[in-house]
């Protein structure tokens, strides 16, 4: 399978690539070395001499649709049609804003602030990290928002996180390691990252903020009153149901972990943005036909289901129409998306050690992620499996058998070996919690770092080089306890 | 189900991985008229910066305002910290203040009335590497979110006590 080339999908970032100029690169991107006092006065310059050179190059190649470039002066203001200077471009008129023009990213002081506070490398451009601070919900087109950055981003944030977990605890069950992936990237630490970074959320998106803010429309909080009602908003029904992608999805069979891990994001959670399945399709949907025999069956349903109606993304051309999300919601997107960027921008090896730095460092006890129902039966069905021989409990110490607060240290035992030791008020708890924490300690085993290489570190760009490490194979576990 | 998991966040370690400044915004206020202000704009003393110019040098010369820290020392500061965000801004009939904003959302001001530039650079410094939470004493100074390594005292391990 040939290797997807990320640098050919970002053209849509870079200027159509031009013998003439200088720089045989993006002309956002700058030396790594570049002092930073001279990094926005390069930045304007190369700026200035790309939209020159793209005044011409607007019939010969269709670029997709980057930040407006020329519909606007230097302040940020739309130029009037007429006054445009080049014939091709004056039939258009220049498509509205809804966020800070990326011709002020190189005046905010916010902006080169966070810039600096992250230490992100100079090869990303202001403007783009301004690009990251914008979500959907404020601008719906994809050429504006950070919304294809977020697609990346997340891909290659779960990944990195995955193969941590997989390759450092390689017997985590499923459900550990969902919640694992949660702790590290999920919606909830993303949105704490942000807040630690000092970035700030606007009250409200419009053209006159600081390009340095997150810029969402905010939903309204659950414990707001609703229009006309004596009830809160949290309280009322809610009228937006998740679809599961799933078949036969309306006969509500379980969400197992099997199912979860082929369906599902990579939380284990449900994706967002499907339909439910008693859903009406937009007008105009290319609908795949179903089975010939029961077509008159599937009308009368469609005509029938009450559900709403959904309408393509694509579609969203103001944020009158967007979806109201949270601050979380907005923050995770930003995180994500500021990833992508800088894969995009500054190769792989910038994404991975962004991920080292701010998602690794930060400190997770796994062994308070477990919750056992049985964890007696699952020991003894792992020593079965194992070939160990039947886990016996045995007591190590008491005292206070009488009184009112007794202590009971009780040992799992197989053979000679004790497997775990748990302290308890009853003997059937200090059972109970023996065999949990040696349920724990089987399922918590790390490799030596010696043994331990990514697969990141041996594919891609970031394993090209004298840094390159020999690939070992990594422990894969038996598989989880059947019980 | 034989198993659940519980969810929880991963808890920062600044410093560990990257090193956030805590110290995101400083406000620098001065008074035209105010004679209190002659540090932050003024000043008595008149110093000789090796990188400017014989015209630059003749133009202060002449001015009376010669080496004052908005116009000597802060371009250097702001070098220096490029992860704050400064804004300078005149607050006409006080004293001069610096105000730092925090990535906890708490602010600390310093008045820097009568102070000469070296001063008001000392005190923008302290504001720097401050973190924004309230002055207290620290009892515990060592603090770790691992637990202790050779494990806490249980009297049901170890060597028995008998009398």
């Known amino acids: 399978m040939k290797r997807i080339r990320l640098d050919r999908w970002a053209t849509q970032l870079q200027p159509p690539r031009n013998p003439r100029l200088h720089l045989q690169r993006c002309p956002f991107s700058s030396e790594t070395r570049a002092p930073r006092r001279e990094l926005q006065q390069r930045q304007d310059q190369i700026q200035h001499q790309w939209q020159h050179q793209r005044r011409h190059a607007t019939t010969r190649r269709k670029l997709s649709s980057t930040a407006e470039v020329l519909g606007e002066d230097a302040s940020g203001a739309p130029i009037p049609p007429g006054t445009l200077q080049d014939g091709e471009l004056a039939a258009s008129p220049p498509p509205p804003l809804y966020a800070p023009s990326h011709r002020r990213a190189a005046q905010s002081a916010k902006l080169s602030a966070l810039h600096a506070r992250l230490s992100l490398p100079s090869k990303l451009p202001l403007q783009t990290l301004a690009r990251c601070l914008i979500d959907p919900s404020a601008d719906p087109r994809t050429g504006y928002n950070n919304a294809p950055f977020a697609v990346l981003g997340q891909d290659l944030l779960g990944y990195y996180t995955s193969e941590y977990l997989m390759c450092h605890y390689p017997r985590l069950p499923m459900p550990v390691l969902f919640a694992a992936q949660y702790a590290y990237v999920g919606n909830a630490t993303l949105g704490a990252m942000r807040a630690e970074w000092g970035v700030e959320v606007v009250a409200a998106p419009g053209m006159e903020v600081d390009p340095g803010l997150l810029q969402l429309k905010r939903t309204v909080p659950g414990n707001a009153m609703m229009d006309g009602e004596t009830r809160q908003l949290k309280e009322m029904p809610q009228a937006k149901r998740l679809g599961s992608g799933r078949r036969n999805e309306e006969h509500g069979y379980r969400r197992g972990m099997s199912s979860r891990i082929v369906f599902d994001d990579q939380f284990g959670d449900l994706q967002s943005g499907l339909p439910p399945a008693d859903a009406r399709p937009y007008p105009g949907a290319a609908i795949s036909s179903p089975a010939e025999d029961s077509v008159e069956a599937g009308s009368e349903q469609q005509q029938d289901a009450l559900g709403p109606v959904t309408t393509p993304p694509s579609q969203l051309q103001t944020p009158e129409e967007t979806h109201a999300i949270t601050v979380e919601a907005g923050s995770a997107s930003f995180i994500r998306a500021l990833t992508g960027a800088l894969y995009l921008h500054a190769g792989s090896a910038a994404s991975k050690s962004f991920h080292r730095d701010h998602v690794l460092s930060r400190q997770l006890p796994l062994h308070t992620l477990f919750h056992f129902t049985h964890p007696t039966r699952d020991l003894s069905r792992l020593c079965d499996r194992e070939g160990f021989e039947p886990p016996v409990a045995r007591l190590i110490s008491e005292t206070g058998r009488l009184s009112r607060t007794p202590v009971f240290v009780v040992g799992v035992y197989s053979g000679d070996d004790k497997l775990g030791e748990g302290a308890g008020s009853s003997l059937n708890e200090g059972r109970v919690r023996a065999a949990a924490a040696a349920l724990r300690s089987w399922y918590l085993y790390s490799p030596p770092d010696t043994d331990v290489v990514l697969p990141s570190e041996v594919e891609g760009a970031a394993g090209t080089g004298r840094a390159k490490k020999q690939w070992k194979p990594q422990m894969v576990d038996y598989g989880e306890i059947v019980t | ?163």
């Open chain 2, 1 to 163: 189900m034989p198993l659940q998991a519980l969810r929880t966040v991963a808890k920062p370690q600044n410093g560990v991985g990257a090193f956030i400044l805590q110290c995101k915004r400083l406000d620098f206020h001065y008074c035209d008229w105010a004679g209190s202000s002659r540090g932050m704009k003024y000043a008595a003393k008149h110093r000789q910066p090796p990188h400017l110019s014989m015209q630059t040098l003749y133009l202060l010369i002449s001015s009376r305002s010669t080496s004052s820290f908005l116009k000597h020392n802060l371009s250097a500061f702001a070098a220096a910290n490029p992860s704050i965000e400064i804004s300078v801004s005149p607050r006409p009939g006080k004293h001069p203040v610096i105000r730092g904003s925090y990535v906890n959302g708490r602010e600390k001001a310093i008045c820097v009335r009568n102070l000469e530039p070296t001063e008001v650079v000392k005190k923008a410094e302290i504001l720097k590497s401050a973190n924004g939470e309230k002055l207290r004493i620290e009892r515990k100074v060592v603090k770790s979110l691992n637990e202790s390594v050779r494990g806490v005292w249980s009297p049901f391990h170890g060597r028995e006590y008998r009398i």
